[in-house]
């Protein structure tokens, strides 16, 4: 991104980015479950920053360490914070987004709640000069150096509420809980996915959405079979790899370095 033009605006660019950024490594690895549908990346938070990615997914729990579902990862809050702080030091020309998605289930009193709160709000702070605070989507030069961020389940200073961006801002396309889906009639489903991907990539959907940020999900899940799969991963990442336009961010299970400089790729063959 260092390399952009100062005066386009964040929302017209191609942004790889990830779900679940922080699933590559759980405490309580040899779970099962936690082998069979939580773990969404090989890459840890710092690998993929240095690949590329600019745009994260972070479940905070009530412990303060970064979850998927109700399995704590080994990464916390504080810990990614710091990595996003040092990043941005060493890369000032760089940015970033960041969902905050806050999932307060193991504390079950008030008091907790309060320490909870008081934390959160404390580890904000400290890093307060990270944050672009500004509710519009800004030309880069306003926001080198800094994150954009969105916020769920928690209120801090100016964040841009992730509920409040989808009426206005922001244009999501993240079907993903394909219930039906079972081994014989997977292709169906993994077709129809395909689908959705590709119409957020369309040129003349993209133009109809002008004002606003696409973002446009790559993953998908079932509880039946391991539909997070490096497999499955692949045939829907595919349909990105395939198109040459892309705008707005991207997210992935499992991207390649290959996939993530496309979509790098694609900020410099387009008119913006």
């Not at 069979?36 to 009530?62: A, H, P, S």
């Not at 360490?65 to 996003?84: A, C, E, L, R, W």
Request: with cysteine.
């Amino acid at each position: 991104m260092s390399l952009l033009n100062d005066e386009i605006n964040i929302r017209d660019l191609s942004i790889p980015g990830t779900h679940n950024s922080a699933s590559s490594k759980f405490i309580d690895n040899n779970n099962e479950e936690v082998q069979f549908r939580m773990i969404n990346q090989v890459w840890t938070i710092k690998e993929q920053l240095y690949c590329g990615i600019r745009y994260f997914d972070l479940r905070i729990g009530g412990n303060f360490m970064i979850y998927h579902s109700v399995y704590s990862t080994i990464f916390s809050f504080n810990d990614t914070m710091k990595i996003f702080d040092n990043f941005l030091k060493e890369n000032p020309n760089e940015f970033l987004f960041v969902r905050f998605q806050f999932y307060n289930f193991t504390c079950f009193n008030l008091n907790i709640h309060e320490c909870y709160v008081k934390y959160i709000k404390s580890v904000f702070d400290d890093n307060y000069h990270l944050f672009y605070l500004q509710k519009e989507f800004p030309e880069i030069k306003f926001i080198r150096g800094k994150i954009f961020p969105f916020i769920e389940y928690f209120k801090y200073q100016n964040f841009t509420d992730w509920h409040e961006a989808q009426k206005e801002k922001i244009y999501l396309q993240d079907i993903f809980d394909f219930k039906g889906m079972n081994s014989i009639n997977r292709p169906y489903y993994l077709t129809k996915k395909r689908e959705y991907i590709l119409h957020y990539l369309n040129t003349d959907f993209i133009d109809s959405k002008k004002e606003r940020l696409i973002i446009n999900h790559c993953s998908m899940k079932n509880k039946k079979i391991k539909a997070t799969s490096v497999f499955v991963s692949f045939i829907t990442n595919e349909v990105v790899y395939k198109n040459k336009k892309i705008r707005g961010i991207v997210v992935f299970d499992y991207p390649s370095e290959e996939l993530v400089k496309h979509v790098i790729n694609a900020n410099f063959h387009k008119d913006i």
